[in-house]
């Protein structure tokens, strides 16, 4: 059953983390776009199925999955690697929780936010996953 298990939080890592990259870098071509325009109101579909049909059901289920190889086989007294994992995972749900923010501007035509802040806040996922990634496979305390 663990392998299992484990297999599903790695595919709903995947996928959030998919969603978590693509996501900015739709609010970056968002803010090239002329509020109402055809292309605005294309990217505000897009942005919507992605944040409503893949990021946010994925990252549910990456932390149902993640919590229970926690309780049900690794146990919370693996080390000090995994309260280290758990505090970056909580910051990949905080920048989600931004993501939904910015979204919500974009969807009622308020971004005031510039195309370069994006970008920027584009490349904050990449890096807590690679935190994760390091404390996962290195466990390095």
Not at 41 to 49: A, H, S, Y
Not at 57 to 68: D, E
Request: net charge positive.
């Amino acid at each position: 059953m663990y392998e299992w298990i484990k297999t599903l939080h790695v595919i709903s890592i995947i996928s959030w983390m998919a969603a978590l990259l693509y996501l900015p870098r739709l609010f970056v071509y968002h803010c090239e776009a002329k509020a109402g325009s055809e292309l605005s109101e294309t990217l505000k579909v897009m942005e919507r199925r992605l944040l409503k049909a893949i990021m946010t059901p994925a990252m549910i289920a990456s932390w149902i999955f993640g919590l229970w190889i926690i309780f049900g086989f690794v146990g919370f007294d693996a080390g000090g690697w995994l309260h280290a994992k758990l505090a970056v995972v909580l910051g990949l749900t905080a920048f989600h929780g931004f993501c939904v923010k910015w979204w919500k501007a974009f969807a009622r035509d308020e971004n005031t936010r510039p195309q370069r802040f994006y970008r920027v806040m584009n490349e904050v996922p990449t890096v807590l996953m690679i935190v994760i990634v390091a404390l996962v496979l290195v466990r390095p305390f």
